[in-house]
């Protein structure tokens, strides 16, 4: 059973402490498909998913991560990495420097959503060295990384409520 996702949109937060219980790879490989539904420029997708699972790789990426320990700690870190030259074949310099970020930013926000359905807290970073990062998964030149999600069970005690902002505050509606 799946949570609807209006509810996960507003419930889904940022989780830094993980219970150390495995995600069974069913569950995982359904939270990557999701990320490979996201739209993309032209179709592109792309994007790739670098699953981590091994603790010294994580300590690695959690090195240049600027102290963020959650890394650490989640039994699975994903680290997604877009190919701007993809976009570029097709969309030049605009592909490669923002169609890409956005497509791959797009894919970040369906696994989210998709984990939070299944039940799997998860924690956005985008703080990092990406060149370190991309050493630390061994991930070839041309990839840029670009998030890094960590995923797991949440073992937070307690949990704040999202403060956002209402849609008129945000939103101008042109007739």
């Known amino acids: 059973m799946t949570k609807d996702i209006f509810d996960c949109m507003r419930e889904s937060h940022s989780v830094r402490i993980f219970k150390q219980e ?6 995982l490989t359904r939270i990557l498909e999701a990320g490979c539904w996201a739209p993309s420029a032209g179709n592109l997708q792309p994007w790739y998913f670098y699953v981590v699972k091994n603790q010294q790789v994580k300590d690695k990426i959690a090195d240049v991560c600027y102290d963020q320990k959650q890394i650490q700690e989640a039994p699975v870190c994903l680290v997604i ?7 570029n074949e097709q969309y030049g310099e605009r592909g490669a420097q923002l169609y890409c ?7 970040a926000e369906n696994i989210i959503l998709a984990a939070d359905a299944l039940g ?4 956005w970073v985008g703080a990092f ?14 990839l840029r990384a670009v ?5 797991g069970y949440s073992n937070e005690q307690t949990v704040k409520p999202k403060e ?12």
């Open 147 to 151: 998030a890094i999600i960590c995923l």
């Open 101 to 107: 970020l956005q497509d791959t930013a797009a894919a």
């Open 164 to 175: 956002r902002y209402r849609v008129a505050e945000v939103t101008k509606i042109i007739h």
């Open 129 to 142: 060295d990406e060149r370190k990062v991309q050493q630390a998964v061994e991930a070839p030149p041309r």
């Open 81 to 87: 990495m877009a190919d701007p030259s993809r976009s």
């Open 120 to 123: 799997i807290s998860s924690c």
């Open 22 to 27: 495995e995600i069974p790879d069913a569950t």
